[in-house]
């Protein structure tokens, strides 16, 4: 038939796409058990996040499914551990209010530290090499955010927003120990200043979601994750959602 092989790649692509069982964010999957994507406790948790995130994405809420049911699985294991709760890079709380509906976050004596400007990436902070795709993510998807986050948060009486840049806000927060962290900045240089600052913090055994790790176009931020992960003797593990997790084993 004299097809090109691209065309035969591309064919093929589309019919493993049809035939998945699950398609969204860029994963594909056949075959697998998809059951956790569907639990009751963590759908409900997924749909309120959703609803709530309709007002900071006026174009669609993105289907994250499997990356919130990553950060559930990773905030449900700092449940045995000592500490507090963060994310650095909130925006509206998509990841963040699924974790917090589907803990009952309300009802557990531990505080959910949420960082962020609430208004962008600080441009003029982002290295040259990431500057332009800092400065097309602001024009394109942030916007003053903090009233929309203040509400989305306000079932959560120990939720507490940090609005400023990081890492600096940081040293406006009381923090001791953390048992779950969550990373997502869109760039490097403050989630690596961030990390310094909170690691010595996190509990043995508590997990922390890099959200950017393994996308395309984020390489500086994988870059700079493994360079750090090889600081502390760590792996970091490669999730297809291209989420990164980072243990730490000790204290
Ligand atoms: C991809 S969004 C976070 C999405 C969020 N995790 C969620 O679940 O919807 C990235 C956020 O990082 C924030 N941000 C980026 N650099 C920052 C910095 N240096 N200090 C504070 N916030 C920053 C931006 O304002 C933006 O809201």
Not at 155 to 182: C, K
Request: hydrophobic share 45%; glycine share 6%; aromatic share 10%.
């Amino acid at each position: 038939m004299g097809l090109g092989i691209r065309t035969w790649l591309e064919r093929r692509g589309i019919l493993l796409l049809r035939k998945s069982d699950y398609h969204a964010d860029g994963v594909a999957v056949r075959g697998k058990n998809l059951s956790a994507l569907s639990e009751s406790a963590f759908d409900h948790a997924y749909h309120e996040s959703i609803r709530l995130n309709r007002a900071g994405w006026p174009n669609g809420v993105p289907d994250v499914r499997w990356r919130a049911h990553v950060c559930c699985w990773a905030a449900r294991n700092a449940l045995l551990l000592e500490g507090d709760f963060v994310e650095c890079g909130v925006n509206t709380g998509l990841l963040s209010l699924t974790v917090g509906h589907f803990l009952n976050f309300a009802t557990l004596n531990r505080t959910f530290w949420l960082f962020d400007t609430f208004e962008g990436i600080p441009v003029e902070r982002v290295s040259a090499e990431e500057r332009a795709h800092a400065a097309e993510l602001n024009a394109v998807s942030y916007f003053d955010c903090y009233d929309v986050a203040r509400s989305n948060f306000a079932p959560f009486p120990n939720a507490r927003l940090v609005r400023g840049v990081l890492p600096d806000s940081l040293a406006t927060a009381q923090i001791e120990r953390i048992a779950y962290l969550s990373i997502d900045l869109n760039n490097a240089a403050p989630e690596i200043a961030s990390i310094e600052r909170l690691w010595p913090k996190l509990s043995p055994g508590a997990i922390v979601v890099l959200d950017d790790y393994a996308f395309t176009d984020y390489e500086t931020q994988h870059r700079a994750w493994n360079d750090f992960a090889a600081s502390k003797n760590r792996m970091i593990l490669t999730v297809p959602t291209g989420q990164g997790i980072l243990i730490k084993a000790d204290s």
